[in-house]
């Protein structure tokens, strides 16, 4: 398979300023990288690029992804953007990740962008539970046409084959996603 190759500045441009062909990265982009350092520096490349232009930027090791209190974790991080409004409500039972991103996020047209590196440890069952969470926040933060904020994910593999497995797979929660390399310039 050949992947649209990309520098971090390219990539954080057509994220944040997406002309009709680029709004298929609002799905999600999977990069494929040689060495974890490699994919370590892209996205560091890729959170100032983006922050530059004013999104909010998490960045996450999937390893870290994987305990049991992790979604709880990442869902706390979305509520800090917006903590006024989020502590009148923390008592809500049943709260999802998504509940939070479409609460957080549309009212202030905020965008935020979830980097995750070595997101090939996510694959099988346990990280299962985790891309299935992420990609409802997603479809919370980007389906509604009136709502002006975005989740946007962007995830670093170092394995070739696996990068397949996140975007070709039907099973797989980011099936369709955009897949891409990088261009060390």
Wanted: hydrophobic share 45%; net charge negative; with cysteine.
């Amino acid at each position: 398979m050949n992947y649209e190759v990309f520098t971090a500045k390219e990539l954080a441009r057509r994220l944040t300023h997406p002309t009709p062909i680029d709004h298929g990265l609002a799905s999600g982009v999977f990069v494929q990288v040689a060495l974890p350092q490699e994919g370590a520096q892209f996205m560091r490349d890729l959170a100032v690029e983006l922050e530059c232009d004013g999104v909010r930027v998490f960045k996450e090791h999937a390893c870290d992804m994987l305990p049991p209190d992790a979604l709880a974790l990442l869902t706390s991080k979305f509520k800090a953007l917006d903590l006024e409004r989020n502590k009148r409500l923390d008592s809500v039972m049943g709260e999802t990740l998504a509940d939070v991103v479409a609460r957080t996020l549309h009212p202030h047209g905020i965008v935020v962008a979830l980097l995750i590196e070595g997101v090939q440890a996510l694959l099988g069952r346990p990280g299962e539970r985790i891309l299935k969470a992420l990609k409802a926040a997603r479809d919370a933060g980007n389906l509604h046409p009136s709502h002006s904020g975005r989740f946007l994910l962007v995830a670093a593999c170092t394995l070739p084959a696996d990068i397949e497995l996140f975007v070709l797979d039907r099973g797989n929660a980011f099936y369709g996603a955009t897949a891409m390399t990088i261009c060390n310039k």
